[in-house]
Structures are given as C-alpha cells and as structure tokens.
C-alpha cells in the first residue's frame, strides 16, 4: 500500500475533526455539561492525531503506524462523541482500545 495514502486518511480525519469540533464548540447543548467536557477530550485527540497521520509515511512502518492511529481516533474518539452525544457513558466500552491503539501506534516508533 501507497505511504501516502495516509495523507488522504489524514485530510479526511481532519475535515471530520474541525467539523465536529465546531459542532461541539458552538452547537452541541448536552442536559448534563459534563458530557461537554467529553466531547473536548474527543475533538482534542482526534486532532492531535490526526496531525500525527501526517507523519505516518516517513516512518519505518507506516501502515503500522497509520493504522493504529485511524483505529484509536474512530475506537477513542468515536466513541467519546457517540457518548457525549447520548449523555449515555454505557456505550463508553470500546474507549480503552481506542487508547491503547494509540499508545501502540507512538509505540510502534521504537522498532
């Protein structure tokens, strides 16, 4: 697979990121505030890495890399809106992947 592909996951991710971060930012009005603070944590890493989606073709293993992100921003992320979105933190089970996708993915960088 083509490195560079993940410059057009990237470009995706990043339309996605801004516009459900502005969703949240000046639209989202949950009954419970706290669920606001969960959409910001989401809107927060999934821009950060999406920006690290950037860098995935110039390392070793990219699909490695690349792939891990894209799972931990749609395992974290996703499913810190879909819970804020709900106000229903039963649907919050996938998040620990999604954390741990990441955690591999920056991991992954040391081989």
């Not at 949240?24 to 890493?45: C, E, M």
């Not at 106000?87 to 620990?96: G, I, M």
Request: one cysteine or more; a positive charge.
């Amino acid at each position: 697979m083509d490195p560079k592909l993940w410059h057009k996951v990237a470009g995706i991710s990043g339309v996605a990121a801004l516009g459900l971060g502005t969703y949240g930012a000046h639209f989202f009005k949950p009954q419970n505030p706290s669920y606001k603070d969960v959409w910001q944590t989401a809107s927060l890493y999934h821009l950060v890495h999406t920006a690290a989606l950037l860098g995935a073709p110039l390392t070793k293993n990219p699909n490695i890399f690349g792939g891990l992100l894209t799972a931990g921003i749609l395992a974290f992320s996703g499913t810190c809106y879909t819970v804020a979105y709900l106000e229903d933190r039963t649907y919050s089970k996938l998040a620990p992947f999604g954390g741990f996708a990441f955690i591999a993915a920056w991991g992954s960088l040391l081989f």
